[in-house]
Structures are given as structure tokens and as C-alpha cells.
């Protein structure tokens, strides 16, 4: 009985991921509402926020750790102002040191605005823009735009993906393990080490 519920629990989780997974990103996939294309003319990088996941018992010990980068830009044309959230040398391959964009008309790019949920880069930012009052934000200051939106979907479809692909092998070892013909060590150990990496990805993700 108790092997039948873990089992039960191990795959009605899966199941719960499988839905998350596919479920957000065909929403941000056919997300129109919240996507914005903009010719952003100046742009200067205002925080570098470090997030870590660190172990509950040995807490120097760090298990997995990102940097996000939030660059200010403004559009050529509206002049309205933009939070985005970009890869570490995106302005040095986009910008002057004038902080001006190489192109003459500005660079173009393609983002979805998501709502800003990091507490900490919300608190600098409203101290950094407090004296900023003359500046236009149609997103508000609470919202970015994320460059990196494709590569999250693509990511998700990925681990999603592997997680069922997972999850159909062990229904498959469970219905028929006498026509299992590579040893069962070699399957349990690719099981492990997909569900390792599908979870630090996921986690990764959702820091």
C-alpha cells in the first residue's frame, strides 16, 4: 500500500509539472497582448541582481546561482522608457559607451513584458527612478521586457519533453519488464541523470 501512494504521488507530480511546463509557455507563446516591439535609442544597464539557491543545512554551500542584468532604454521615436531584462553583454554589443546605439535608427527588439517579482531589484529600482518622475513608462516600473522569452519557451518544451518521455519509460518498465532488454541499472541511471538536469533547469528557470 505504501509503495502503491508513493507511486501514485511520483507520477501525479510529474503530471503537475508536465501541465505547468506546457501550460506557461504556450501561454507566453501566444502571449500578443504583452509582447512589444521597440527601437530603443539609449540604453544604460542599472542593476546586477545575484540570486543563489543554497543549501538549508550547509548554507556557504551553493547549489545553484544566476546573475540577472537590467538595462533602462528608451524608444527613438515615443521616447517612451523601457525596463529590460537582457544577457550580460548586451549593451556592449549594442551601445556606445555614450550609451547610444550603434545603429542610427536605434535597435530594434522584440520582448514579452513580464511583471517584475524579484522584491529586491523592485526596491532599487523605485530608489534609483525616484527622481525620474518626467520619465514615460507604458509598462510601469513594476514590468520588464524580457529578451530571453523565446529561450525560456524553447526550454520548457525541452524539459517537457524529457519529463514525459521519462515518465512513459517507467509506465513501460512497470507493464512490461520482461521485454526490457538493456540492463536495468543503465536505464535507472539515464532516468536519474535526466530528472536531475530537467530539475536544476527548472529551477533555474523559475529563480
Given amino acids: 500500500m505504501k509503495q502503491f501512494i508513493e507511486k501514485v504521488i511520483i507520477t501525479l507530480s510529474l503530471i503537475g509539472i508536465l501541465v505547468y511546463l506546457l ?3 504556450i501561454i507566453d507563446m501566444t502571449n500578443k497582448k504583452d509582447l512589444y516591439t ?3 535609442d539609449i540604453a544604460t544597464e542599472v542593476i546586477e541582481s545575484e540570486q543563489s539557491l543554497n543549501n538549508k543545512f550547509f548554507k556557504k554551500l551553493t547549489l545553484l546561482k544566476k546573475t ?3 538595462y533602462i532604454g528608451i524608444d527613438k521615436d515615443s521616447y517612451e522608457t523601457y525596463i ?4 550580460k553583454n548586451w549593451h556592449e554589443e549594442h551601445f556606445n559607451s555614450d550609451q547610444v546605439a550603434f545603429n542610427e535608427y536605434g535597435l530594434r527588439i522584440t520582448a514579452l513584458a513580464k511583471p517584475l517579482s524579484d522584491y529586491k531589484v523592485q526596491q532599487e529600482l ?3 527612478l525616484s527622481q525620474s518622475e518626467e520619465l514615460k513608462f507604458p509598462i510601469g516600473t513594476m514590468a520588464y521586457l524580457d529578451l530571453g522569452y ?3 519557451i524553447t526550454t520548457k518544451f525541452i524539459i517537457f519533453a524529457v519529463i514525459l518521455f521519462i515518465l512513459i519509460s517507467l509506465l513501460l518498465i512497470l507493464k512490461y519488464p520482461e521485454r526490457i532488454t538493456i540492463p536495468l541499472p543503465i536505464i535507472s541511471a ?4 535526466s ?3 530537467c530539475g536544476i533547469t527548472l529551477l533555474y528557470l523559475i529563480m
Fill in 23 to 25: 501550460g506557461t509557455a
Fill in 38 to 40: 521597440v527601437d530603443i
Fill in 68 to 70: 540577472d542584468y537590467y
Fill in 84 to 87: 529590460i531584462k537582457a544577457p
Fill in 126 to 128: 523605485s530608489s534609483l
Fill in 150 to 152: 523565446k529561450k525560456i
Fill in 190 to 193: 539515464v532516468l536519474i541523470i
Fill in 195 to 197: 530528472c536531475i538536469g
